[in-house]
T-cell receptor, first 112, second 113 residues
Framework: TQLLEQSPQFLSIQEGENLTVYCNSSSVFSSLQWYRQEPGEGPVLLVTVVTGGEVKKLKRLTFQFGDARKDSSLHITAAQPGDTGLYLCAGYSGAGSYQLTFGKGTKLSVIP | DTGVSQDPRHKITKRGQNVTFRCDPISEHNRLYWYRQTLGQGPEFLTYFQNEAQLEKSRLLSDRFSAERPKGSFSTLEIQRTEQGDSAMYLC???????????FGPGTRLTVL
C-alpha cells in the first residue's frame, strides 16, 4: 500500500505570513495532485505535477515535485484568509494505476 | 461548463435502511470513481468504472455496498442495511482516462442515526 504523509497536520498563521506544507512517501509516484477542500465540499484540484523536479506556480502558490518523485511541497506566499482550507496531496503509484492514494491533509487557518 | 454533480448533497437515514446516491460525471469522461471520506482523513478509494464496466470493486467496504454505471454515463452507489459506521462523505470523481487528473463532485454527506 502506497502511503502519503502530510505535514504539518494543522497550521494556523496570520494573514500575510508565508508557509510550506509537505507531502512525503517512501514510494515513487508517477504523478501527484494537490487539492483544496472546504468543509462540506469535495476536493478542488489545484495542480498536477508529473516530472521529477517540476515546479508549478499558481498565483501565490508554488508547487514542487521532488527529483525522485517521492515527495512534494506547497508553498504559499503572503497567505490570505481565503486560503483557509484542507490541503490534500494525492498520487498515482504507476502507469495504469486508477487509484488515487491520498494523504490525510493539512488543515490551514489564516487569521485576518 | 458543468463539473461533476452528486445527488443528494445530504442524506439522513436510520440504521438498517437502504440508501442510494447518484453521480453525474463530466461529459466525455470515461472513468468514474467513488471514494469515502471520514472525519480527519483523506478520501479512500472504493471502486471505479471505465465506461459501463466496473473494473475494480475489491475495495468496496463490504457486500452491503454496490455500484452501477449502466449506460456508461451516471453512476449510483447503494448501501444496504446501513450502519452507524457508514456515516461519512461519499465522493464521486471522473477523469478522461487513467491515470489522469480526477475531478471531484461536491459529495454526499450521509448520517446514519
Amino acid at each position: 500500500t502506497q502511503l502519503l504523509e502530510q505535514s504539518p497536520q494543522f497550521l494556523s498563521i496570520q494573514e500575510g505570513e508565508n508557509l510550506t506544507v509537505y507531502c512525503n512517501s517512501s514510494s515513487v509516484f508517477s504523478s501527484l495532485q494537490w487539492y483544496r477542500q472546504e468543509p462540506g465540499e469535495g476536493p478542488v484540484l489545484l495542480v498536477t505535477v508529473v516530472t521529477g523536479g517540476e515546479v508549478k506556480k499558481l498565483k501565490r502558490l508554488t508547487f514542487q515535485f521532488g527529483d525522485a518523485r517521492k515527495d512534494s511541497s506547497l508553498h504559499i506566499t503572503a497567505a490570505q484568509p481565503g486560503d483557509t482550507g484542507l490541503y490534500l496531496c494525492a498520487g498515482y503509484s504507476g502507469a495504469g494505476s486508477y487509484q488515487l492514494t491520498f494523504g490525510k491533509g493539512t488543515k490551514l487557518s489564516v487569521i485576518p | 461548463d458543468t463539473g461533476v454533480s452528486q445527488d443528494p448533497r445530504h442524506k439522513i437515514t436510520k440504521r438498517g435502511q437502504n440508501v442510494t446516491f447518484r453521480c453525474d460525471p463530466i461529459s466525455e469522461h470515461n472513468r468514474l470513481y467513488w471514494y469515502r471520506q471520514t472525519l480527519g482523513q483523506g478520501p479512500e478509494f472504493l471502486t471505479y468504472f471505465q465506461n459501463e464496466a466496473q473494473l475494480e470493486k475489491s475495495r468496496l467496504l463490504s457486500d452491503r455496498f454496490s455500484a452501477e454505471r449502466p449506460k456508461g454515463s451516471f453512476s449510483t452507489l447503494e448501501i444496504q442495511r446501513t450502519e452507524q459506521g457508514d456515516s461519512a462523505m461519499y465522493l464521486c470523481a471522473s477523469s478522461v482516462s487513467g491515470p489522469d487528473t480526477q475531478y471531484f463532485g461536491p459529495g454526499t454527506r450521509l448520517t446514519v442515526l
